[in-house]
């Protein structure tokens, strides 16, 4: 159980171009969705929250106009990048809990890697 | 501002002895700890936790020891196996964050034979 997918599992695209990236949790309701990037040898760092039903709490530095958040279920969150530049270019996770307890366990998707040219 | 540190990119142990992965924190209002495990081009893998009510918590070969008045935390693997190679992160969660996770900067575990 507690299965994350994501899909794509990666993408090349054109600079100024925008992509749209999918996160569903398989077999459980994720009231809560995260969004991480992770640049090569360095950690995940969270980019927003997203609960369903609301807007998405994006970390400080984070552009919400340019990476927009959706989270229309509670089995599917999106991200798209939008005018994508080569400096977008990352890993990009999500992870889903199963409830709005702060202990709920986040449970990783594959993640999806972007590569903008 | 780097709160959770992991401050060996790297560590290579021989198959069958203990690996011991530190990480450290800054800020004093996390109260639970994380262990996770990354195999390249995946998501982060769940492996054990600890509140910070506790000192220890143990699950199979898996043990993590948290020092609070140290602000450190350590997980033993033992007997290490060729599968446990991987990147280990360690992450933490304060009540003010609710579900937030702060991720320290990985440390890659290569088993060798």
Known sequence: ?117 | DQQVKQNSPSLSVQEGRISILNCDYTNSMFDYFLWYKKYPAEGPTFLISISSIKDKNEDGRFTVFLNKSAKHLSLHIVPSQPGDSAVYFCAARGWQGAQKLVFGQGTRLTINP
Not at chain 1, 12 to 36: H, N, P
Request: glycine letters at 6%; aromatic letters at 10%; proline letters at 4%.
């Open chain 1, 1 to 117: 159980g507690a299965v994350v997918s994501q899909h794509p599992s990666w993408v090349i695209c054109k600079s100024g171009t925008s992509v749209k990236i999918e996160c569903r949790s398989l077999d459980f309701q994720a009231t809560t969705m995260f969004w991480y990037r992770q640049f090569p040898k360095q950690s995940l760092m969270l980019m927003a929250t997203s609960n369903e039903g609301s807007k998405a709490t994006y970390e400080q530095g984070v552009e919400k106009d340019k990476f927009l958040i959706n989270h229309a279920s509670l089995t599917l969150s999106t991200l798209t990048v939008t005018s994508a530049h080569p400096e977008d270019s990352s890993f990009y996770i999500c992870s889903a809990a199963p409830g709005a307890n702060r202990r709920s366990t986040q449970y990783f998707g594959p993640g999806t890697r972007l590569t903008v040219l």
